[in-house]
């Protein structure tokens, strides 16, 4: 059964730090690149990052230009886990996380989604 499973969310204050996590279980996650979305209330979801699958020799990262500088998205394929390290937050930050399986590699990001966990919230608020 394929799950993930975000966790990391929560409150903090404009300018502070959260690192966000994703469990990968019921599948290999060394085959799949893993997205990161996010959705504010009232708007659409929208693509955050995604990193490329692979054995990490060489991954491929790409993110929305609202976040360029201040996420970063990794991985651990021994642990199962996916990563985004959120800096210098802001209030326009304030969405449900997701993360989700993806297609991104050097020929781009696909934003194709087949499996996806239920989500974690964050609040960027003082």
């Known amino acids: 059964q394929v799950q993930l499973v975000e966790s990391g969310g929560g409150l903090v204050q404009p300018g502070g730090s959260l690192r966000l996590s994703c469990a990968a279980s019921?599948?290999?996650?060394?085959?799949?690149?893993i997205g990161w979305f996010r959705q504010a209330p009232g708007k659409e979801r929208e693509g955050v990052s995604c990193i490329s699958s692979g054995d990490g020799s060489t991954y491929y990262a790409y993110y929305a230009d609202s976040v360029k500088g201040r996420f970063t998205i990794s991985r651990d394929n021994a642990k199962k886990m996916v990563y985004l390290q959120m800096n210098r937050l802001k209030p326009e930050d304030t969405a449900v996380y997701y993360c989700?399986?993806?297609?991104?590699?050097?020929?781009?990001?696909?934003?194709?989604?087949?499996?996806w966990g239920q989500g974690t919230q964050v609040t960027v608020s003082s």
């Open positions: 019921g599948f290999t996650l060394d085959y799949y690149a």
């Open positions: 989700a399986t993806d297609q991104c590699g050097w020929t781009g990001w696909q934003m194709v989604n087949e499996y």
